[in-house]
């Protein structure tokens, strides 16, 4: 009974933890992802400190933006972005109150108060305001060593539009852009509706001075070849579709000019994503359109912290009512596929229905599929 007794002792005093290799331990971190998360598993033990930084797949959820207006008041709760039209912002990692700083005691002691962030240069990358530290998503994964798929996450869309507007857009970016997708709607009547809301915040005629567009009809075969009303072209329609695209071609390369520094810091990446909580636009880059933003460093906008984007070749295809299978019908349906007008010829290789249709999740996957089908309309957009 007593040698019974004392195998108890002994086993409890035993750490099974301790005992799973390391590789399983970073089998779980690599499933956890979300940077917070991890940086709460890395002040546990010396143990977990050291294998956190060798995470593979991080995910980082930015808490609020600060504009460089704002970074001398007092930080609001999250809320809309100001975004990359009305003013630069900077992505702020909101960090921890004092003195619970998980986060800081994984990437180790730092300065506090050192002004401003400067989200492009990598520098200056802590805010303290109001007793909360402020990381960018820089400062955040600078002790990540061998990270190699990387989402970061923003609370909201940049682009302000009307209740009820659709607005999506995907990009895909090297060392400038490489293609972009947007789709787009007037009016969402669905089956089932959300409450989801959009503010609005519309500066077209700013926006439109940034680009010539030069626009030429075209004629694409398809299922159903119904043409554009001329009401489109009086009505405003026409313009409004150009602000949209201006607009969602301004935010994917602000958000591109944002990457470079954790880019060139992370040379393990091979896949990057920067989208938003609102699921408005997403950014994305492989393991070769990294590597050539490495090797050839990106042209910036001279107005502002943004990469410059290169002459475009761009095909719409409209639908004044959409109904999906599931019952929704999209209002002004409009999707815009876009390429540099360099590459346009280069890449015709690649079937345009398979890159533009598998854009987008669904139900909007189903909608642009239907839309390629439809006449296509050629324009062309001068850089800006």
């Known amino acids: 009974m007593s040698s019974f007794g004392s195998d108890l002792t002994s086993s409890s005093s035993i750490d099974h933890f301790d005992l799973l290799p390391d590789s399983l331990i970073l089998l779980i971190f690599n ?5 917070k998360a991890l940086g709460r598993c890395g002040v546990v033990s010396r143990r977990f400190h050291e294998l956190v930084p060798q995470v593979e797949n991080v995910v980082v959820r930015v808490d609020c933006v600060i504009s460089d207006d704002d970074a001398s008041s007092p930080v609001g709760s999250s809320g809309k972005a100001r975004g990359p039209i009305l003013g630069l912002f900077h992505l702020v990692f909101s960090g921890f109150v004092r003195p619970f700083q998980a986060l800081g005691q994984l990437l ?12 492009a240069s990598g520098h200056d990358d802590e805010l303290d305001q109001g007793g909360i530290t402020h990381h960018s998503p820089t400062q955040v994964l600078k002790n990540f060593s061998e990270i190699r798929s990387l989402r ?5 869309g940049e682009l302000g539009i009307e209740d009820g507007v659709l ?4 990009a895909d970016f090297g060392s400038t852009l490489d293609n972009c997708v947007i789709l787009g709607a007037s009016s969402v009547i669905s089956a089932n509706p959300t409450k989801d809301s959009l503010s609005l915040d519309n500066n077209r005629d700013e926006l439109q001075s940034h680009v010539g567009v030069g626009v030429g009809v075209g ?29 969602s071609l301004i935010a994917a390369s602000a958000r591109h000019y944002l990457l470079q520094p954790i880019i060139s810091e992370h040379k393990t990446l091979d896949s990057l994503v920067m989208t938003d909580a609102d699921g408005q636009g997403v950014l994305s880059m492989n393991r070769d359109q990294l590597e050539e933003l490495r090797v050839k460093p990106l042209s910036a906008s001279s107005a502002s912290k943004r990469t410059l984007v290169p002459a475009l070749n761009m095909r719409l295809w409209y639908a004044p009512n959409l109904e999906l299978p599931d ?7 409009t999707l815009v596929a876009i390429r540099p007008s360099e590459q346009a010829g280069a890449k015709r290789q690649v079937s345009e ?17 239907m839309l390629v089908k439809r006449r296509t309309y050629c324009l062309e957009m001068n850089s800006f």
């Open 353 to 369: 229905g398979s890159w533009v249709s598998s854009a987008f999740e669904e139900p909007f996957g189903t909608a642009a599929k």
């Open 167 to 170: 607005l999506k857009w995907r």
């Open 152 to 156: 970061i996450e923003l609370p909201s």
């Open 327 to 333: 019952g929704t019908v999209l209002k002004g349906a």
């Open 219 to 247: 004629v694409g075969g398809g299922e159903e070849n119904g043409s554009i009303p001329e009401s489109f072209y009086t009505n405003g329609g026409l313009k409004l579709r150009v602000v949209w695209t201006i607009s």
């Open 108 to 119: 180790g002691p730092k300065r506090l108060g050192s002004g401003p962030i400067t989200g």
């Open 31 to 35: 499933r956890i992802g979300d940077v």
